[in-house]
Each structure stands twice: as C-alpha cells, then as structure tokens.
C-alpha cells in the first residue's frame, strides 16, 4: 500500500467521513472511494456500494480485488434521561454504538441512574452543536416535551443523521410536525422523523421500548440507499 | 469496539512509517468456519517484527509477521492461506476450525 493512501484514508477516519478502499491485488493498485462521490467506471460498483452498507469487507469472486469499508463509528444522541434510556443506552453500547444522554432536568441527569454512559444535563441547543452530529449520528428523543425535544430534533435533521425518531403517539406527532415546520424546518425534514418511534412489535415495556427503537436505528444504517453509486 | 482497536492499526502504521521505519500491512481477505478475527482486520508489522493489531487473535500472528519481514525485503506482496487445526481453534476457544486468507503488503 501506497504511504500516501494509507495517510488518505487515515485522515477520513479521523474525519468521521466514510470510506471504501479497493484493493487490486493483481496489480497492487489501491483505489479510495468517498461515500457521496461518483464510483469509477473501472471499480466494482456493486461491491463499494455493499461495503458502505453493510461495512463489512470482501474478496471479489475471481479474488482479483479486495473491498474494505471503513465507516465512522455510529453514534446515539438520547434525549432524555427516561426510564426507556437506561435500557436503550446499554443496549446500544452492546450493539456498536456509542451513546451520549441529553436531559435539561438534573434531576433525571444523574451518573447514578446512568452509571455506564455520559449523562449531559444541558439544553439540547446548547450542546450539540459541540457534539459534531453528522450522517453516522442517530438522535432519539424520548421526553414528549416539545421544549426539549423540539430543538433536538431540528438540530438532527439540518446535521443530516442518518436516524431522527421522537417519542409520542400519531397525534403528538401531528402537533410536532406543524410546530417544526412554522418554525421553519425545512419541509422534508419533519416527514423524515420516525414516529411513533420504533418498529412496530407490540412493544410494552420501557425495556422492550427500547429495543424496538434500537432494531430501528439499525435496520437505519445497514438499509441505507447505496451511499456511493 | 473490535473495529476500533482495528483502526488504530492504521494510525499506528503511518507513525511508524513516518518515523523511518519498514512497515508491512496484514490483511484478512477471506473467513470460512468460525475464525477468530473478522474480514478486515489488521496486523501491521515492522522490520524488526514488531507488531500490533491481530488477524487470527494470536493463532497464526507468529507465522504472518515472518512472512511479513519477507515482504518488507522483497517488496512483493503475499497472499497466505491458514487453515485453524481444530486444536489450536479450541485452544483460542472455538469449538470448530476455521480458515483465513491474509493479504501481506509492504507501505511503501
């Protein structure tokens, strides 16, 4: 491998910009992908566009070339430091993803009803735009409190993560629709939030709550369009 | 998380690779049966044999990184195919063997 690809693909890491790298092992020629850009007519389409879904590498059938996806670590920004939230941050931890909990009330925000994750108590406007939401970030909001979870949720979807669910039933989710788009979100943004929030399996309680929110933000990342075409 | 350690692999390459050194990449190409590390993962190997990462969690490293010095001086790279002997794969606790194909290439 070329020293230069090598430092190429070492500064998207760094810049949580996902990446695919093909790999001809024939001819030793390394190729970098970026997700977002047009694939060469000469590399595999098929191929690049299974690693930026799936991130997983593969060896083409006549073993000529080799695809490696190296995707930003995904992150789950929770609004709210709910009862659903101490079974969802765990949860999440043990599938891949690294979440962070938002909650002004100080008195939900405590390290003790959280002992494994960072607990923020802060406003949602306040702090996440320090936290660099970006296309490999999910955002939940789980309060129903439109002064929380309204802010949030405009933030996710100007940063363009690639999952915004909200927690409340068909009807809060109407109210919140039209409070986001008088306040002037734009008009494909609020349509694109998931709620009521999680597949639909029946869930009843905080816990099972919390896995159909997660099964969602996965089925989110890994049913991903073709990222690169 | 394991891609984690993996990544950091990487960076670690680069910095030796920028401090001088000889520097050879390992690469899992290709799983079948229960391998111990997943498609992907790294080794990366210096010209003393130093090394970081894994591809075999620890089965088949010592044979990679002798490979590798082989690289490192010939400048050609190596595709080399391990089966796990259901032994050694108990040993690193698998209760079946695998087999792995690992891509071995000089940073040039």
Request: hydrophobic content about 45%.
């Amino acid at each position: 491998m070329d020293a230069d690809v090598l430092h190429r693909l070492n500064e998207a890491r760094t810049a949580r910009r996902a990446v695919v790298l093909v790999k001809n092992l024939k001819t030793g020629k390394d190729s970098l992908v970026f997700e977002g850009e047009t694939v060469a007519d000469d590399l595999p389409g098929d191929l690049i566009g299974e690693a930026f879904r799936t991130g997983r590498g593969k060896l083409s059938e006549s073993e000529d070339l080799f695809v490696s996806a190296y995707l930003p670590p995904p992150k789950l920004i929770i609004i709210g430091a709910v009862h659903i939230s101490q079974a969802l941050a765990p949860m999440a931890t043990m599938a891949g993803l690294d979440p962070v909990i938002i909650d002004p009330r100080t008195a939900f925000a405590t390290p003790e009803r959280f002992p494994e994750t960072t607990v923020m108590a802060e406003w949602p406007q306040d702090c996440l735009p320090g936290l660099g939401l970006d296309a490999y970030t999910a955002v939940a909001t789980l309060t129903h409190d439109p002064k929380i979870d309204d802010p949030a949720l405009t933030v996710a979807l100007e940063a363009g993560c690639f999952y915004v669910g909200a927690l409340g039933s068909r009807k809060t989710h109407a109210r919140r629709i039209e409070r986001l788009t008088d306040a002037g979100v734009a008009a494909d943004g609020p349509s694109s939030i998931k709620a009521p929030i999680g597949l639909s399996i029946g869930a009843a309680t905080p816990s099972e709550i919390a896995v159909a929110v997660l099964a969602e933000i996965i089925a989110a990342l890994r049913q991903r369009p073709d990222a690169a075409a | 998380m394991a891609e984690t350690l993996d990544e950091n692999v990487l960076d670690i390459a680069q910095e030796w690779r920028k401090a001088g050194r000889e520097v050879a990449l390992a690469t899992v190409v290709q799983t079948w049966g229960s391998a111990p590390r997943g498609v992907g993962s790294h080794l990366a190997i210096d010209g003393e044999g130093q090394f970081v990462g894994s591809v075999s969690g620890g089965c088949v490293e010592g044979a990679v990184v002798a490979e590798a010095i082989e690289v490192i001086e010939s400048g050609e790279p190596r595709m080399l195919d391990f089966g796990v002997a259901d032994e050694t794969a108990w040993e690193v606790g698998l209760s079946c063997g695998g087999k792995i194909k690992v891509f071995v290439e000089k940073v040039g």
